[in-house]
């Protein structure tokens, strides 16, 4: 006893109770619909002429057949009719949301697929499935419905349809306001080309750099300046609103701390331009990153009056603090040139105004370790030189420098090793000042003396070691770090700026925790933690203004 049973895609052998028919009276039977034939078949079921799902997947939004049965005599062929199918209702679509709908209807006049009655044309009750979801969230269903043939036993079926990810391919970008220090701050819409209904649940972007950039990007930069170069993007991640598929602030441009500074050596008018490459993510569906959307140019610029944002063709002046135009100055001809960058194990020669900071970001590039250094202030001026071409006056001052050559660690355990060897070697040479090197759960390099003015070395405190109190409250992580170094100028007695930080990250940072009568290093180890990025700083003294400057860096 059997009875053949011909389903869409795939043909099985199954037993069924007979209800009024024998076995040898009745077979079901599925259409020959080879595309030729499809393409000018009547419409299947409610609206559309059918046509199979795509190798892999479906089309979004359209209806699409999925099976068509009839049942017929394999003795005689005699038509017993269509039958018909039933959905079976609420069927979830992964983790129950409800992705798409069936429909019925007739397939009329088509010839059988197979069998002994195959060429012959019957009627048959089709299966079609519409994908209605406009999310990213799920991408697969699984349909079940069952074939109530006219005479025969009914039978209960099931399908996995698939669609394809939909992905953004552009965004637009809009100017919302300026930050109060300083950058401007944009808002993004994604939008999808192929849907442009879609809630974006699910989704994330973040920035890369689509290419190493050059220190040469930033004009207002100097060997020897407290700012590090401001010369590519900190690497910033968000969460793209579901219903409006918008992301942001993307922060953009200069802080005033560091237009002041440039101001006061005379690098103004000057700037930065570096690129950027958007890439976007779906929670489980599409864990990979991938590139959206064309490559943009961010940057920023200032003169003695005004500062601009710049993000991907659109640009946002405003008049800042206005200032005595004076001449630009260029930076001195005593260059520190750009050495080749040493592999791992190899020696490094590192020419630069401060050595041991430049070993230690060297050091870090080589073994990805994040290794915080912290300058010394040191007051002898044998060992100042002007940064600036043409300039008078110690306002122009910065180290002098030296070469290092020192090796490099052969893998990120040896970071710490490779970093007192760099001191080491800084400290047997012509030093300003002389370092310690800390573990305590991270590495950082702190002085614990310098030159005076006569030459002598004196034992110093290191500024992160001044006690600080923060009242404990929510804040931006960017509110945090101007609270922080506010509270160390105060108990150091010196200025301290805010240099190359990642103002965006930490603008959009939450935090809720001060500092209670503690070194402020404590306090800044914690703003780092709570970023969820790997970072240091970089504390860089500039003998010139007798000043700091707080870097923070972020660190592949």
């Known amino acids: ?22 076995a040898q009276d009745a077979a079901i039977g599925e259409p020959d619909l080879s595309p030729g034939e499809v393409a000018a078949a009547k419409a ?3 609206s559309q002429t059918p046509g199979r799902p795509a190798s ?10 999925v099976a068509a049965h009839t049942e017929y005599d394999p003795k005689t062929c005699k038509p017993h009719g269509a039958g018909e199918w039933l959905p079976i209702d609420k069927q979830p679509c992964d983790l129950g949301a409800g992705c798409g709908m069936m429909s019925t209807g007739v397939l009329q006049n088509r010839p059988l697929a197979s069998g002994a009655c195959a060429g012959r044309t ?4 089709s299966l079609c499935y519409t994908w209605i979801l406009h999310s990213n969230l799920y991408l697969r269903d699984r349909i079940a419905a069952m074939y109530v043939p006219p005479q025969i036993s009914p039978v209960t079926e099931t399908f996995e349809l698939k669609v394809k990810l939909v992905k953004p391919t552009s965004e637009a970008s809009e100017f919302t306001r300026w930050f109060e220090d300083g950058l401007g701050l944009w808002q993004q819409k994604l939008a999808a080309a192929a849907d442009k209904d879609l809630k ?6 973040k920035e890369t750099s689509p290419r190493p950039e050059k220190k040469t990007n930033d004009t207002c930069w100097c060997a020897g300046s407290t700012i590090l170069p401001f010369y590519e993007i900190s690497g910033g991640e968000w969460t793209v609103d579901e219903d409006t598929g918008e992301w942001g602030p993307d922060g953009v441009g200069w802080n005033t701390d560091a237009i002041d500074y440039y101001r006061e050596k005379r690098r ?3 700037g930065t331009r570096f690129r950027q490459q958007m890439q976007f993510m779906v929670v489980d569906t599409h864990p990979d990153w991938e590139n959206y959307g064309k490559m943009n140019v961010l940057g920023g610029s200032f003169d003695n009056r005004t500062m601009t944002s710049l993000r991907a063709g659109l640009s946002k002046t405003r008049e800042y603090k206005v200032v005595a135009k004076k001449a630009r100055l260029a930076c001195s001809k005593i260059r520190f040139p750009d050495l080749p960058p040493a592999g791992p194990g190899a020696m490094a020669v590192i020419d630069d105004p401060r050595p041991v900071a430049a070993a230690a970001m060297e050091i870090e590039r080589v073994s990805g370790r994040a290794i915080s250094y912290e300058d010394a202030p040191f007051r002898d001026r044998r060992a100042m030189a002007s940064m600036v071409e043409a300039a008078e006056g110690d306002a122009f001052l910065a180290p002098r420098g030296d070469v290092l050559t020192t090796p490099m660690p052969s893998s990120p355990d ?16 012509r030093p300003v000042a002389a370092f310690d090197v800390i573990e305590d759960g991270m590495i950082r390099v702190a002085p614990r003396a310098a030159v005076d003015a006569s030459g002598a070395m004196r034992p110093v ?4 070691d001044r006690r600080i109190s923060l009242k404990a409250k929510p804040r931006t992580g960017m509110e945090l770090l101007g609270d922080l170094r506010e509270a160390v100028a105060a108990a150091e007695g010196r200025r301290v700026l805010i240099g190359t930080v990642p103002t965006g990250l930490l603008s959009r940072l939450k935090v809720g925790f001060g500092a209670a009568d503690e070194p402020a290093r404590a306090a800044l180890a914690r703003l780092v933690a709570a970023s969820g990025r790997k970072m240091a700083w970089k504390l860089l003294y500039d003998p010139g203004f007798d000043d700091y400057a707080l870097n923070l860096t972020v660190v592949d």
Do not use: D, H
Not at 56 to 65: C, M
Not at 122 to 125: D, E, S, T
Not at 200 to 205: E, P
Not at 461 to 464: C, D, N, R, V
């Open 56 to 65: 892999g997947s479906i089309k979004r939004y359209v209806e699409t057949f």
């Open 414 to 429: 040896q970071a710490a090793a490779a970093l007192r060897a760099a001191v080491v070697r800084y400290e047997a040479g």
């Open 122 to 125: 019957y009627n048959f009750a």
């Open 461 to 464: 405190t290191p500024a992160l």
């Open 1 to 22: 006893m059997f009875r053949l049973i011909a389903v869409a895609f795939a043909t099985m052998l199954l037993a069924c109770a007979p209800r009024a028919a024998s």
């Open 268 to 270: 103004a008018p000057c």
């Open 200 to 205: 974006w649940s699910g989704t994330s972007v």
């Open 44 to 46: 299947a079921c409610a």
